[in-house]
């Protein structure tokens, strides 16, 4: 048998059993139940403090209407009921909720109907009273005064007694649905028990049942959100994970083939790096993702030497296809300009890139190149043939067709004011006694050009300096370089008569005008200029090409520099 009661088969009843005491069923109880709940007036015991035990089987409760047959129904199964002077501990104030149940299995399945257990688990706090008043703690367990269900005086419970009575009317609370913690635990409350009791029972569960099953519905309610909310997030959770696994370790998105038909010019800045370069190629989309573009550009042996420029590709490539095209010089739409090339091959190489009549370019860099955002020390002689020269600086520019000319030479001077001006040339020269930025950057033309080998721009940058002194009897100020009267003639001829050097007065022409060119005769590379600035000190004022090519050998004196041109002259024939 259950906790909640004694039935047939239960131990003796014993007056020190925790069941039966005073806490558990609310007073001490007679030994077959035979007292009659209104057999003589309720006995009071002041000193005695005063509990309101709630229990849902109301052990305190006086059977109504006078049924034997219920009340025996009760000693069959052993329900013991307390004496009427304590029954007012567990007495409630609300007649409706004490229906007593013909059927005993009706009573054992009504206890979940008041949600509690009966042992006394949910006990109510009790409130103040007076103590003359023996029923002055109790308190409406379900809200004060509940109305007659019966319409009729003589309705179960019968009416209290005047002594009994309330003094003032009770608050009324209709709607007041009492939660776990307070008798009716939310799993069984309105809870379909399935009997068939007497009318009576049916109506008096009425309420509660209504009220269970609006519970129900809210509960059920919230079950669906959190299932919902618990659903949405399991799925959220497992796309994330399966983006952060396709993003970490699955095969990064490819196209497949080498391409379509359709063409595109992507541009590569310089000292771009396999992610620029990769994000570039899908934003012109050739490539379908920059991690693909990145894994091709590992695996191939020299993925790591595609350098800046423009490159005609194709859309929607494979990441190996794009990596090979693009170390194709086929696919490379780019102008290089190199250390020490002069103006006029690079505008003959930007009109073929974009396929232009020959001289567009040159046309453009002589009518535009105020626009073209040379510094304010550039083009300072009236004598300069080209105002771009010195300042196409040497490095790979994208030019393919539909790009316009001065874009393209935009770019190029951009690059030369961005390095110049890394070295500040106003200031480097007038620690080298020179007139101006410009002269730097022609004295580096002039070492670009006359040097053979990186070893020697120094000792060529001092050569250039001394022979510029004043005090420079040797040459007498000239510089004497075949590299200035070959600019002027536009050749690149080592072999050169005196007589027509001579005879030649073009500002350009240093063996018959002293100190240096008007402007520079080339672009300088970076290591050509660095030597400029920062020349040997060892006297060098001669040097000859002894082997024509490679080869320059340098001296401080004249009879020195004559051994060295016969040098020259046994090796070239002469």
Same mark, same amino acid.
């Given at each position: *048998?259950?906790?909640?009661?004694?039935?047939?088969?239960?131990?003796?009843?014993?007056?020190?059993?925790?069941?039966?005491? $005073?806490?558990?069923?609310?007073?001490?109880?007679?030994?077959?139940?035979?007292?009659?709940?209104? #057999?003589?007036?309720?006995?009071?015991?002041?000193?005695?403090?005063?509990?309101?035990?709630?229990?849902?089987?109301?052990?305190?409760?006086?059977?109504? /209407?006078?049924?034997?047959?219920?009340?025996?129904?009760?000693?069959? =199964?052993?329900?013991?009921?307390?004496?009427?002077?304590?029954?007012?501990?567990?007495?409630?104030?609300?007649?409706?909720? =004490?229906?007593? /149940?013909? !059927?005993?299995?009706?009573?054992?399945?009504?206890?979940?109907?008041?949600?509690?257990?009966?042992?006394?688990?949910?006990?109510?706090?009790?409130?103040?009273?007076?103590?003359?008043?023996?029923?002055?703690?109790?308190?409406?367990? /379900?809200?004060?005064?509940?109305?007659?269900?019966?319409?009729?005086?003589?309705?179960?419970?019968?009416?209290?007694?005047?002594? %009994?009575?309330?003094?003032?009317?009770?608050?009324?609370?209709?709607?007041?649905?009492?939660?776990?913690?307070? #008798? @009716?635990?939310?799993?069984?409350?309105?809870?379909? $028990?399935?009997?068939?009791?007497? @009318?009576?029972?049916?109506?008096?569960?009425?309420?509660?049942?209504?009220?269970?099953?609006?519970?129900?519905?809210?509960?059920?309610?919230?079950?669906?959100?959190?299932?919902?909310?618990?659903?949405?997030?399991?799925?959220?959770?497992?796309?994330?994970?399966?983006?952060?696994?396709?993003?970490?370790? #699955?095969?990064?998105?490819?196209?497949?083939? !080498?391409?379509?038909? @359709?063409?595109?010019?992507?541009?590569?800045?310089?000292?771009?790096?396999?992610?620029? +370069?990769?994000?570039?190629?899908?934003?012109?989309?050739?490539?379908?993702?920059?991690?693909?573009?990145?894994?091709?550009?590992?695996?191939?042996?020299?993925?790591?030497?595609?350098?800046?420029?423009?490159?005609?590709?194709?859309?929607? *490539?494979?990441?190996?296809?794009?990596?090979?095209? *693009?170390?194709?010089?086929?696919?490379?739409?780019?102008?290089?300009?190199?250390?020490?090339?002069? &103006?006029?091959?690079?505008?003959?190489? +930007?009109?073929?890139?974009?396929?232009?009549?020959?001289?567009?370019?040159?046309?453009?860099?002589? @009518?535009?190149?105020?626009?073209? #955002?040379?510094?304010?020390?550039?083009?300072?002689?009236?004598? +300069?043939? $080209?105002?771009?020269?010195?300042?196409?600086?040497?490095?790979?520019?994208?030019?393919?067709?539909?790009?316009?000319?001065?874009?393209?030479?935009?770019?190029?001077?951009?690059?030369?004011?961005?390095? /110049?001006?890394?070295?500040?040339?106003?200031?480097?020269?007038?620690?080298?006694?020179?007139?101006?930025?410009?002269?730097?950057?022609?004295?580096?033309?002039?070492?670009?050009?006359?040097?053979?080998?990186?070893?020697?721009?120094?000792?060529?940058?001092?050569?250039?300096? &001394? %022979?510029?002194?004043?005090?420079?009897?040797?040459?007498?100020?000239?510089?004497?370089?075949?590299?200035?009267?070959?600019?002027?003639?536009?050749?690149?001829?080592?072999? +050169?008569?005196?007589?027509?050097?001579?005879? &030649?007065?073009?500002?350009?022409?240093?063996?018959?005008?002293?100190?240096?060119?008007?402007?520079?005769?080339?672009?300088?590379?970076?290591?050509?200029?660095?030597?400029?600035?920062?020349?040997?000190?060892?006297?060098?004022?001669?040097?000859?090409?002894? $082997?024509?090519?490679?080869?320059?050998?340098?001296?401080?004196?004249?009879?020195?520099?004559? %051994?060295?041109?016969?040098?020259?002259?046994?090796?070239?024939?002469?």
């Amino acid at each position: *048998m259950t906790e909640y009661g004694r039935g047939p088969g239960s131990e003796p009843w014993h007056p020190e059993d925790p069941l039966y005491g $005073d806490g558990g069923w609310g007073g001490q109880q007679t030994h077959a139940g035979r007292q009659s709940p209104y #057999g003589g007036r309720p006995q009071h015991y002041p000193e005695q403090p005063q509990q309101a035990q709630y229990d849902d089987w109301g052990t305190g409760e006086q059977p109504g /209407y006078g049924q034997a047959q219920q009340h025996q129904q009760h000693q069959q =199964h052993g329900q013991q009921y307390a004496d009427p002077a304590q029954q007012h501990q567990q007495q409630y104030a609300d007649p409706a909720q =004490h229906q007593q /149940y013909a !059927d005993p299995a009706q009573q054992h399945q009504q206890q979940y109907d008041g949600g509690g257990w009966a042992t006394g688990t949910h006990q109510q706090v009790p409130y103040g009273a007076d103590p003359a008043d023996p029923y002055g703690q109790q308190t409406a367990a /379900y809200g004060g005064e509940q109305p007659d269900f019966y319409g009729s005086p003589d309705a179960y419970p019968p009416p209290e007694p005047p002594s %009994r009575r309330h003094t003032g009317p009770e608050p009324r609370q209709e709607d007041w649905d009492p939660g776990p913690d307070q #008798g @009716e635990h939310a799993f069984f409350a309105g809870g379909d $028990d399935g009997d068939d009791g007497d @009318e009576e029972g049916a109506r008096g569960r009425g309420d509660r049942r209504s009220r269970g099953k609006g519970r129900k519905g809210r509960n059920g309610f919230a079950c669906l959100v959190v299932a919902l909310v618990l659903g949405g997030g399991v799925a959220g959770v497992g796309y994330f994970g399966y983006q952060f696994y396709q993003e970490r370790f #699955g095969a990064a998105p490819d196209y497949a083939g !080498d391409g379509t038909g @359709e063409t595109v010019t992507v541009q590569i800045p310089k000292g771009a790096g396999g992610f620029e +370069i990769g994000q570039r190629l899908k934003e012109a989309g050739v490539v379908k993702s920059v991690d693909a573009f990145v894994a091709a550009q590992s695996q191939h042996p020299e993925g790591k030497s595609i350098q800046a420029g423009a490159y005609l590709l194709k859309k929607q *490539m494979s990441a190996r296809s794009a990596v090979a095209m *693009m170390l194709d010089p086929k696919s490379q739409n780019n102008v290089m300009v190199t250390p020490g090339q002069r &103006n006029v091959s690079v505008y003959k190489a +930007i009109d073929e890139k974009l396929g232009l009549s020959s001289g567009t370019t040159r046309k453009v860099a002589e @009518e535009k190149y105020e626009s073209l #955002g040379l510094p304010s020390w550039a083009n300072d002689n009236d004598d +300069i043939k $080209d105002p771009l020269e010195g300042f196409l600086y040497p490095g790979t520019y994208p030019a393919a067709e539909g790009m316009k000319p001065e874009s393209v030479l935009k770019e190029m001077v951009a690059q030369a004011v961005v390095k /110049y001006g890394e070295y500040d040339l106003e200031e480097k020269a007038e620690e080298l006694d020179l007139e101006s930025p410009l002269q730097v950057v022609t004295v580096a033309s002039l070492v670009q050009a006359e040097g053979k080998t990186h070893d020697d721009f120094r000792k060529m940058a001092e050569v250039v300096y &001394n %022979r510029l002194k004043p005090t420079n009897t040797e040459t007498n100020q000239l510089l004497q370089f075949d590299s200035t009267f070959n600019y002027l003639k536009n050749e690149s001829n080592i072999h +050169i008569s005196e007589s027509e050097i001579n005879s &030649n007065q073009d500002p350009y022409n240093t063996y018959t005008q002293k100190g240096l060119p008007p402007g520079p005769i080339g672009n300088p590379g970076e290591d050509a200029l660095k030597a400029t600035l920062d020349p040997t000190d060892d006297g060098w004022i001669y040097f000859v090409a002894t $082997d024509g090519v490679n080869k320059t050998e340098f001296a401080k004196t004249y009879a020195e520099f004559e %051994r060295l041109k016969d040098k020259f002259n046994e090796s070239s024939g002469n």
